[in-house]
């Protein structure tokens, strides 16, 4: 390892009495081989924070290796309305980076790097809204096609009724044509 290196690792003996957490940054290919946590840009260069190379373990005290960031916080005001602001706060660099898919905190492996899983509608309702949205982003007519047919029990479980496919089935007709099907959706009976 070379001395900068060496110089970013060095820290203070940390205080007793709280835990000491290993962090390991794991990059993906195209990623930087450093990355820095917190700290502040002045002249477009970051300025203090935690510095972590790639595949090198770094050692840092839980209690006193927190940076600042925005939370947000809700409340219930008298009449019932709920009001939220977000709040600078010291958190510490364990809450923000365990749940990172580029760090090994604790010799824990990182969450798998993937694409978001699309939450499930609860009812009619939400049902549209969710079909419209995976309709917008399909690239091709059998994908749609497949994809409607596999909800069919779906928006049975969720009651979607005629009123629902009134809204949903023009835009699935449109969306069809646009990217080249002919195939005509007829409703479900109720």
């Not at 496919?165 to 479900?188: K, S, Y």
Request: glycine share 10%; proline share 9%.
């Amino acid at each position: 390892m070379s001395d900068e290196n060496a110089s970013v690792l060095e820290r203070k003996t940390p205080p007793q009495g709280g835990p000491i957490d290993e962090y390991i940054y794991l990059p993906s290919p195209g990623d930087p081989q450093h990355t820095t946590i917190g700290g502040e840009v002045q002249n477009n260069q970051v300025v203090g924070g935690f510095t972590f190379i790639a595949n090198v373990p770094q050692k840092l005290p839980r209690k006193s290796s927190t940076t600042m960031c925005l939370v947000r916080q809700e409340r219930e005001l008298s009449d019932g309305q709920i009001v939220s602001r977000s709040i600078e706060k010291r958190v510490p660099i364990y809450e923000l980076l365990r749940y990172n898919p580029s760090f090994m905190v604790n010799g824990v492996p990182p969450l798998p790097r993937g694409g978001i899983m699309a939450k499930l509608p609860t009812d009619p309702d939400q049902y549209r809204g969710y079909c419209i949205g995976w309709m917008r982003e399909a690239k091709d007519a059998p994908s749609i096609q497949a994809r409607w047919d596999g909800e069919e029990m779906l928006r049975e479980r969720l009651g979607v009724n005629a009123s629902d496919l009134a809204f949903i089935v023009p835009f699935m007709q449109g969306r069809l044509l646009d990217l080249g099907g002919a195939r005509t959706v007829l409703a479900m009976p109720m």
